[in-house]
């Protein structure tokens, strides 16, 4: 057996970690608060069964006990109220590869328990639930979660409560809480607001599809959400175009892949949940035209102008007026005469 080495680590973490994990008390007797390096992070770690993880994490004491790099899982049984009754905010744990038991303790050493480990490798929660990148640029997808997947949350909430301002307590609206997901099948992320270092990994819940009635009420959600797919598709292909290495081409190609089926998933989706779209009309028959007044063509100038008054020729001076020509008498019409001496018809 080695010499024992202490590590400093976060009692709200613990206590949160034991949160997660204390749901599966008999079901899993090895359930436990594991605690290892993760690169150049401490982490305190909860796990149940692979349904949801717990992970606090914490900046790496400059000399890192050895044991850290496989880490060491301490038992949950009687771990609660031994952590209930160190003051302060950090508790330390001593421990040595080979020892049945490790060491927790208060930091000035007034209040120490020793408590069972747990043997064995710990699941490997990075490859269950993935490499925990919330990048801000995760597309919002219906995920489903149970009331007591709920529940878990809220429970963690009243865990962090010391973490509140006073303002906030008076408030009485609790702990702000922020969840991300990356689609239907995949991890929500839980985050909150006023604990730095700490995520709650929970595992979607398998849920019937959105009735029609609520679907219609998404519609525009859901719609947005599919614009938002395909705009990250579009993106990612431009990277894939733009990638200077073969390695670097998959790797977006992968993005795009996951993109295309996510797309085809939602649409699937919102083909069977929501309405169809109504047919469309076809479009109205133009109004016909009124009838146009008749215009005449305007006469020229010319033709508006009053005719001209007849030019008289003009009268000769000392001219003798045309005689009247004379009438035939009334003996005289239709005979012919002939004027005898006297002037007289004979």
């Known amino acids: ?23 599966t008390t008999e079901l899993n007797p090895k359930n436990g608060v594991h605690i290892h390096r993760h690169e150049d992070q401490l982490r305190v770690v909860g796990m149940e069964l692979g349904n949801r993880t717990l992970i606090g994490s914490s900046k790496l004491p400059t000399k890192p006990a050895k044991w850290l790099k496989d880490g060491v899982t301490i038992n949950h049984e009687g771990l609660k109220k031994r952590l209930a009754l160190i003051d302060g905010d950090f508790v330390v744990v001593e421990w040595a590869p ?18 069972d480990i747990v043997d064995g490798a ?11 990148n919330v990048d801000g640029e995760n597309s919002s997808e219906p995920v489903g979660l149970s009331q007591t997947q709920l529940k878990g ?8 409560k010391d973490f509140l301002s006073k303002e906030d307590k008076k408030s009485g609206n609790g702990m702000p809480i922020r969840a991300y997901s990356t689609g239907e099948r995949m991890p929500v992320w839980f985050t909150f607001e006023f604990v730095p270092g700490v995520v709650l990994c929970q595992m979607p819940f398998t849920m019937a599809p959105v009735a029609p009635e609520t679907a219609r009420l998404m519609a525009p959600a859901m719609r947005g959400s599919l614009a938002a797919l ?22 977006y190609q992968a993005k795009v892949d996951d993109y295309t089926a996510r797309i085809d998933e939602m649409g699937r989706s919102m ?4 309405p169809k779209p109504a047919a469309a009309s076809p479009p109205p028959a133009p109004a016909p035209e009124p009838p146009k007044p008749e215009v005449k063509p305007e006469a020229p100038a010319a033709a508006l102008q009053p005719a001209p008054a007849p030019v008289k020729p003009p ?3 000392n001219a003798e007026a045309p005689k009247p020509a004379l009438k035939a008498s009334r003996f005289q019409k ?10 007289r018809n004979a």
């Open 122 to 132: 710990y699941p490997d929660y990075n490859a269950i639930f993935g490499a925990f």
């Open 1 to 23: 057996m080695g010499t024992p080495e202490a590590v400093t680590v976060s009692k709200t973490h613990m206590l949160a970690a034991l949160q997660c994990g204390s749901a």
């Open 334 to 343: 239709g005979k012919k005469y002939r004027p005898n001496a006297t002037g």
């Open 315 to 317: 009268v000769k001076p």
């Open 98 to 115: 080979g020892w049945p038991k490790a060491t927790v303790r208060d930091e000035s050493g007034d209040c120490v328990f020793r408590l």
């Open 153 to 160: 949350v809220t429970a963690l909430a009243e865990v962090f």
């Open 230 to 251: 395909k705009a990250n598709r579009t993106r990612t292909e431009t990277w894939a175009k733009q990638a200077q290495t073969d390695e670097e081409r998959a790797m």
């Open 271 to 274: 083909s069977t949940a929501l």
